[in-house]
């Protein structure tokens, strides 16, 4: 009997070893896809051109076609197992992925990626500073936002239980008015655009909106990045950071971000862009922890230019009254005048920029 079974078992892992090979054999294999750019460099900048060839190795079947997609947008395709492709003058800064799709005639398909990362062919100028005047700031204020109306400051304010907007006279830095955050809102950057004041807040994917003569909340709006940190706007679009090297462009009419722009210089991704103002056709961004301020230009991404405020106020701890970093900028479009100061910072200064040799 234990033979009868012995037998049977052995019977039938034959059968299925048999099966499985047969069926192994059956199985119509994956293309192999190779891509390979050239110039094979790691800084490849704006206005470059690459070549991308596209080798498919076919082990079994026949190949119906290869599609070659930049972006996940379809550039082009190809029933050859090589072939070239030209991406003329790249413009488009920051990373990209080039991804190949080859598909035999049975339908299995192969895949592979390629990544490539464009920086800005613009060098920027260097800027250092000389104070022109300062004035009171308050020393309670956490600054997050900070923009001239009118001749009027207003600035937006951080901390849990702390964070607000305030109407402030410019040189005196006395409180014309203010709304104060719930408790459990971080305040962050702020911009006004058609007599509305918009306000992020820092890590609740939430924003505000509020009248400007009146500061009532009239309106709330919802971001998917994880945070929220400068603001400004060009007169159409709103323009907010979030702690990395993007500016997200949002339709304020329904608050969808129409376009995304990465900033980069010559060196890479500028990355922590926070405080923001925009003036003259271009964005001033405060880079996080730095005393750095960066000109960008918005449409392609590039920094033109970089203002090193070192010096303006030590960021030094003092038990009696600490100070933060340097956070708000802040330009009078009626007479080109430039306003900085920093989280907890007892003056407001009005520099004048000197460019370096």
């Keep these: 009997m234990k033979l009868k079974i012995f037998s049977i078992l052995v019977i039938s892992l034959i059968f299925l070893s048999a099966f499985s090979c047969t069926n192994s054999s059956e199985r119509s294999r994956k293309p192999v896809v190779k891509i390979v750019v050239t110039p094979n460099k790691k800084n490849l900048v704006s206005g470059d051109s690459v070549s991308v060839r596209v080798a498919v190795k076919i082990k079994d079947g026949e190949l119906e076609k290869s599609a070659l997609y930049l972006d996940n947008e379809l550039i082009e395709t190809s029933d050859n197992t090589e072939f070239d492709y030209l991406i003329k003058n790249f413009k488009t800064l920051g990373k990209h992925q080039i991804k190949v799709v080859a598909t035999k005639s049975d339908g299995v398909e192969g895949v592979s990626f390629q990544s490539l990362e464009i920086l800005s062919d613009i060098e920027p100028e260097m800027f250092g500073y000389k104070i022109i005047n300062s004035y009171p700031h308050n020393t309670e204020h956490f600054t997050q936002g900070l923009e001239i109306h009118q001749d009027v400051l207003y600035e937006s304010t951080g901390e849990n239980g702390k964070s607000g907007i305030f109407k402030k006279d410019l040189t005196t830095g006395k409180i014309l008015k203010s709304v104060k955050l719930e408790d459990k809102y971080f305040g962050e950057g702020i911009s006004i655009l058609n007599d509305k004041i918009y306000q992020l807040t820092y890590k609740s994917q939430i924003g505000f909106v509020y009248d400007l003569n009146t500061f009532a909340r009239i309106d709330s709006f919802t971001y998917k990045t994880p945070q929220g940190w400068g603001l400004t706007n060009d007169q159409k679009f709103l323009i907010k950071t979030d702690g990395t090297e993007v500016m997200h462009f949002i339709n ?73 970093v340097l956070n708000g900028i802040a330009i009078n479009k009626e007479n080109g005048k430039f306003y900085v100061t920093g989280k907890l910072w007892p003056f407001l200064f009005e520099v004048g920029l000197i460019k370096k040799d």
């Design 252 to 324: 304020p009419a329904d608050m969808e971000v129409i376009r995304r722009v990465p900033v980069y210089d010559n060196q890479g991704p500028v990355q922590y862009l926070n405080e923001l103002e925009y003036y003259d056709g271009y964005v001033y961004a405060n880079i996080f922890t730095t005393n750095l301020v960066v000109k960008i230009d918005p449409e392609t991404g590039k920094v033109i230019s970089k203002i090193n405020l070192e010096g303006l106020l030590p960021v030094t701890y003092d038990p009696k009254k600490p100070v933060d």
